[in-house]
């Protein structure tokens, strides 16, 4: 059993390096990129300036000042390598700065660098501290040598570094953390409502198995089933939103202009106004699964020999169903709760689109159309290990809750 | 044959029931003689939700290849001058990838004396024109007379109509006009065969892709189900979505791109299942009866494993097309789906959405009515379905 899940554990490896690494290279090869962007509104820029676009931009960017920004982004170097640093496992070039021969320059963290004649790099304030992270190189560049020094350093997702975002100038994590609560709170509310309506519900199905109630939750469900959320969200959005139907609930956003300056109670009253359609757009798709799962798990075990047994020996309907069956029916349900890691990054932004929510789904689909790839390949980051340990730990609560039940 | 072994005992048992009106005699003749999928059949037919429900789509289908002929512009009879026209008909021939059998449907507003009219023929207001001048010439429209791509007959410059208005006396606009002045209703009901149809080829070419891969994964097993696994779980873990957007925008987005797109993601649900059915099924007695009376390997796989491992992914294809149908929406609604005059559902509600508080309710809601219902159509379907093949008959004490 050890073994079993120690392997899984294992196996996320290669199997979270495949997914990023896909991720990288499909994104990376996309057209459009930050460069080609920058190198463009540099053109344009140069071009405004001289009147005429195509020929004077062409001439106002030396194939310099491309190979700086190539640097900037990290494309001179193959893709293999720009992955491996950014995973953390290559070096990365933290800081770069052009420099002449015996002149102090001020680096980062305050300190200020001195490159001697004879190459080797020193603090400029104690001139016998030879600083080893630190390289310069010599370029010759029509005739005249210019000298570039760098320091490098492992940091990437493996230690933590995630990269800045290139349209919002802040790191990526940043940027995600300022948007994880809207997500969480989703996720919990809808976590729990379609917990205990579908567990519910699933019973009530599974008890009054064929008769009309039945029949029509089937039918309900399966409607909420076949709709995608954000389209049955648009839908209660034109409904109960706009002046044509009946207003009812407010036009977007998750909390009021003045939600700052309510006071607590108000701004729970807020939130909840604001909650009400989304979380019903949000939590319908995956209404089906569950109460079928729940329905489906219940019937099964009541068709079984032992309730039979219970029957038999005289226990009471409703003895035989809540303490026999259920608990039995209950352990799928129950081998679900893996996938609550999934309110921690509950984001659609199909849904996040349609009630113009600022949540992760929409950060990240801004940062698609304007290929900001850190926060891409964060979002890529996240989704992934929540997806690999969800269905682990689903594993491994159905094992602790299901006696029966082996891994090998 | 456990499977099938069960559903013929609970198919007996049903059909008994069903015959009891009839005499002792034929019913068990019927039991008798009936194949597995001739029961199945006959079961979903009692299944009145999913049996209507496929009636009612399959003609609706069905129609949608007549909708130049139903919904359009151009007129399906024009006498003109003792010569007649039948340009909707040509329109009719003007079949995808084939091209146009019938010739272009191409005929000029001179042609037809619509004066100074060198560009394609204006047949609304030529039946107008017609009807004035009392000659023997007339035109004779479609049911509805407006395509889903004309967008000309704006009334002082504003583009939205909303639904059962029309201007001047000309035919009325059933669900209104979007940004363009375009007909919604002439596009909601092209939207209808354009989806279907890409649902459609995205799971059958799923199935294509991920079936033989499933089998041969479950009955070759060892390195190379391994490694297909692994690649499989990398696969299935990507955010597809995403993924789909940024592969549509570095190629020009056209139907068959973003069918082999979706595609591309798709397969993997086929393939598991066949996974699991025939690693299951080949440790059966009657594979190693077959293997050991020499019969050659793809023979095993495709007569002997496959029809017994069909059920599932014949039950799941209805839920398939519901996917393809979801995403296709999804994704015109993002803006990443079909190049743009393509009648698309996804882009209205996107319209619709733009300028929700200018209360253009029709936009959002006449497409969405229509996916919803055909979901619904198609989940009833896959439910009655996946009934009519599931042997499982709960009995409960009391």
Known sequence: ?408 | MLESDLSNIVFNKIKLQQDKNMSEDKSINNAVVLSINQRRWRKFKTLKRGYYSLIILMSLYFLSFFLPILVNNKALVVKYNNSYYFPAFRDLLDIPLIGAVGGSSFTSGETLGQIGNASECRYRELQQQFKNSNSDNFVLMPLYPYNPFEGTDVKDGEKFMPPLSSINGSSIRLLGTDNNARDVFSRMAYGFQVSISFALFVAILEYLIGVPLGAAMGYFGGKFDLTMQRFIEIWHSLPFLFLVMILVSIFDSTFFLLVAVLTLFAWLGPAAQMRAQFLREKSRDYVAAAISIGVPTWQILIKHILPNSLVPIITFFPFAVVGGISALVSLDFLGFGLPAPTPSWGQMVSVGLEHVTDGYWWLVLVPLSAMFFTLILVTFIGEGIREAFDPKVFSRLR
Not at chain 1, 284 to 291: D, H, I, Q, R
Not at chain 1, 354 to 360: A, R, S, Y
């Open chain 1, 1 to 408: 059993m050890f073994d079993y899940f120690l392997r899984r554990l294992l196996l996320t490896i290669p199997t979270f390096i495949g997914c990023t690494l896909v991720v990288f290279i499909i994104v990376q090869l996309a057209p459009g990129g930050p460069l080609e962007t920058q190198i463009q509104n540099l053109r344009k820029g140069g071009g405004e300036t001289s009147g005429n676009s195509s020929i004077a931009g062409e001439q106002t960017l030396p194939p310099q000042a491309i190979e700086e920004l190539k640097r900037f982004y990290g494309f001179d170097k193959p893709l293999i390598v720009r992955y491996l640093i950014w995973l953390g496992v290559w070096k990365r070039e933290a800081e770069t700065y052009n420099v002449k021969i015996n002149e102090r320059r001020l680096v980062g963290n305050g300190k200020s660098i001195l490159v001697k004649g004879d190459m080797t790099i020193v603090d400029a304030d104690n001139l016998a501290d030879v600083l080893d992270q630190w390289n310069v190189t010599a370029e010759n560049v029509n005739g005249k040598i210019s000298y570039r020094v760098y320091r490098e350093e492992y940091s990437g997702i493996l230690t933590g570094n995630f990269g800045k975002s290139w349209t919002y100038r802040k790191p990526v994590i940043e940027l995600i953390k300022a948007r994880m609560p809207v997500s969480i709170q989703f996720g919990i509310i809808g976590f729990i409502l379609s917990y205990t309506v579908c567990v519910y519900l699933g019973i009530q199905k599974a008890l009054r198995h064929n008769s009309k109630f039945d029949f029509f939750s089937s039918t309900i469900v399966f409607i909420a089933y076949s709709i995608p959320g954000w389209a049955l969200g648009a839908v209660i959005l034109v409904l109960f939103c706009t002046e044509s139907f009946f207003p009812i609930f407010p036009l977007g956003g998750f909390e009021d202009k003045f939600y700052n300056e309510l006071s607590f109670f108000d701004k729970i009253l807020d939130r909840a106004y604001h909650f009400v359609l989304p979380t019903i757009a949000y939590t319908m798709s995956g209404f089906a699964s569950l109460t079928m799962l729940m329905k489906n798990s219940l019937l099964d075990n009541l068709s079984q020999d032992y309730i039979r047994t219970a029957f038999a020996k005289g226990i009471r309907e409703k003895r035989v169903i809540w303490l026999h069956a259920m608990r039995n029916s209950i352990i799928p349900i129950g081998a679900n709760i893996g996938y609550l890691f999934g309110v921690l990054l509950a984001s659609n932004y199909l849904i996040e689109k349609v009630f113009v929510i600022d949540g992760i789904g929409m950060l990240t689909f801004e940062a698609i159309l304007a290929r900001d790839y850190p926060i891409v390949f964060c979002y890529t980051v996240i989704s992934v290990v929540i997806t690999l340990f969800g269905s682990i730990i689903s594993d491994l609560v159905l094992s602790l809750i299901d006696a029966r039940i082996r891994f090998k």
